[in-house]
């Protein structure tokens, strides 16, 4: 089968690769990028473990096609924060033990960035309904929508 060339931005970065038709963005950022931080879930869009942003939208990676990507601006949760500076988000979820396992945590943050990017003041319900689409078999959910709350008030302070 023909691979497509694919041009695109990740995390910042323009990169090019070749993808077969049927291979997802997930695929492409875990096996041909080297992004393993976006994880496999289901593979059908309903945990919430591959979320990445497209465009500044909150997108499924198991959904999307890789030859979509062409053109695209997209941010993995390698692209949020660094290790020397968490973004707001990474930080809560680490101070208010938000993450037990932490094979959904990625999805969660990334959901959680692109909420506070389009909300940043969400009530509590704002954030179940926003994170709903991201499943955790561990925490219970409580730690993470406080973590989340807290990231909001930090990120406020920092506005100010």
Known sequence: MPKIHVSTTVNGDTVEFLCETQET????????LGLTGTKEGCGTGDCGACSVLVDGRLVCGCLMLGVEAEGKEIVTVEGIGSPDRLHPVQQKFLEDAALQCGFCTPGFIVAAKALLDSNPEPTETE????LAGNLCRCTGY??????????????????A
């Open 127 to 130: 954030i179940r309904y926003w």
């Open 142 to 159: 409580d730690k993470i929508v406080r973590a989340v709350q807290d990231a909001a008030l930090e990120m406020k302070g920092q506005q």
């Open 25 to 32: 963005v997930l695929d492409v950022l875990r096996n041909t």
